[in-house]
């Protein structure tokens, strides 16, 4: 059996980008940033952050372009996949993502005018998208994720 799935939940570190395939289909990327916390072994916590690359098509691709920014929180579901290409000078590059499945929304960050800490805080689309189709993660709740189906 294999399995190739991959689960994140971080901060964007820049806007999603989106372009149009030459089929017409679109696709959005970004960078995702993670973070781990540790004690090490003299007792002092510890912070390491990963960068990760993803990717996504279609309609899930518009509407992560409408709902997402730099800094924006977001929980992915996906799975990883290397491309291999040659640059304009002949080198040979390779990138692995993450091809987003799903994905879920976390709150709006702080600032937002109108609106105090104590309040549930909802994503503005960009654009018309139907809200109940985006899932959304409360401030409080917390991700627990072996309650995430696979």
Sequence with gaps: MNLNKVILAGHLTRDPQTRALPSGQTVAS?????DRFYTDKS?????????????????LAETMSQYLTKGSLVLIEGRLQTRNWQDASG???????IVTERM??????????????????????????????????????????????F
């Design 104 to 149: 879920q929304l976390g709150p709006r960050t702080a600032g937002r005018q109108n609106q105090g800490p104590s309040e549930p805080r909802q994503p503005e689309p960009k654009q018309d998208v139907a809200q109940e189709d985006i899932p959304i993660i409360e401030e409080e709740e917390e991700v627990d994720i072996s309650k995430i189906p």
């Design 30 to 34: 970004f960078g995702m940033a993670t």
């Design 91 to 97: 080198n040979k590059r390779n990138r692995t993502e």
């Design 43 to 59: 007792g002092q916590k510890q912070q390491q952050t990963e960068f990760h690359n993803v990717v996504a098509f279609g309609k």
